[in-house]
Nanobody, 129 residues
Framework: QVQLGESGGDSVQAGGSLRLSCEAT????????IGWFRQAPGKAREGVAV???????YYAESVKERFTLSQDDAKNTVYLQMNSLKPEDTGMYYC???????????????????????WGQGTQVTVSS
């Protein structure tokens, strides 16, 4: 089983940028669906961006035009570039991976992603106003 590890979380002011990394212990594309999720205190976890088959990406409306998911196959790493950060982006960010059909992968955006079988430990993002 591939293990996932997130990094890059930090405290920033509104309008700032961060790049989160999700590094896998082996070939990350052993799984065809890789997603970034976040959970704010007192709120349910929500998917913010997913990639299917290493090519097709989906984003939550709340992060479109601000967040970009990308990957470095040589490093078995998936990134989440976050620009124009807002206080409401604050939360613990997790990456997750699994083998899923496209519709289920796409539906992870704005969903809790409970059906993903592989999760990292999370990295904290705090955005102050």
């Amino acid at each position: 089983q591939v293990q996932l590890g997130e990094s890059g979380g930090d405290s920033v002011q509104a309008g700032g940028s961060l790049r989160l990394s999700c590094e896998a212990t082996a070939y990350i594309y052993s799984y065809n669906c890789i997603g970034w999720f976040r959970q704010a205190p007192g709120k349910a976890r929500e998917g913010v961006a997913v990639v299917f088959g290493g090519e097709t990406t989906y984003y939550a409306e709340s992060v479109k035009e601000r967040f970009t998911l990308s990957q470095d196959d040589a490093k078995n790493t998936v990134y989440l570039q976050m620009n124009s950060l807002k206080p409401e982006d604050t939360g613990m960010y997790y990456c997750a991976a699994d083998l899923l059909p496209l519709p289920r992968c796409a539906l992870a955006v704005n969903a809790t992603g409970d059906y993903f079988g592989n999760w990292g430990q999370g990295t904290q993002v705090t955005v102050s106003s």
